[in-house]
């Protein structure tokens, strides 16, 4: 949703800018029905992380309070970028799956409905 000044020449600095990130970019991850995490949780990562890496890396460090994250099958999670689903390899790297600055990543873990079954 755009924002808009109350003013018509406001001038204001973005401080979340591609440029202030030291060429890391801002990449959102989320796990779909599992709404413990209330929403997607942000981190500056480069370009040319792999998608392994971020897989073993950077989402326990976002989901593993989860008790149900330990159960997840990587090999049958279905993903979207950009609200376009993908098919991520563990070798591609995030550029190379067409992540830029602020792109969301969304899971889905078909087998794992959330705690107590309850989409939580």
């Given amino acids: 949703m755009p924002v808009h000044a109350i003013t018509d020449n406001y001038q204001g600095q973005v401080l979340d800018a591609k ?3 030291g060429g890391n970019i801002v990449v959102y991850f989320g796990w779909d029905r599992h709404l413990m995490f209330c929403a997607a949780k942000a981190f500056p990562l480069s370009p040319d992380m792999r ?3 971020v897989l073993a890396n950077v989402l326990p460090e976002a ?3 989860h008790p149900e994250f330990s159960q997840i099958n990587w090999q049958t999670a279905q993903w979207q970028l950009d609200n376009q689903p993908i098919n991520p390899q563990p ?3 995030l550029a190379e799956l067409g ?3 602020k792109s969301l990543f969304r899971f889905v873990t ?3 409905k959330g705690f107590r079954n309850a989409g939580i």
Avoid: K, R, V, Y
Wanted: glycine content about 6%.
């Fill in 91 to 93: 070798d591609q790297t």
């Fill in 99 to 101: 992540a830029d600055h």
């Fill in 63 to 65: 989901f593993s309070q």
């Fill in 110 to 112: 078909p087998e794992l």
């Fill in 19 to 21: 440029a202030n990130f």
């Fill in 51 to 53: 998608f392994g890496d």
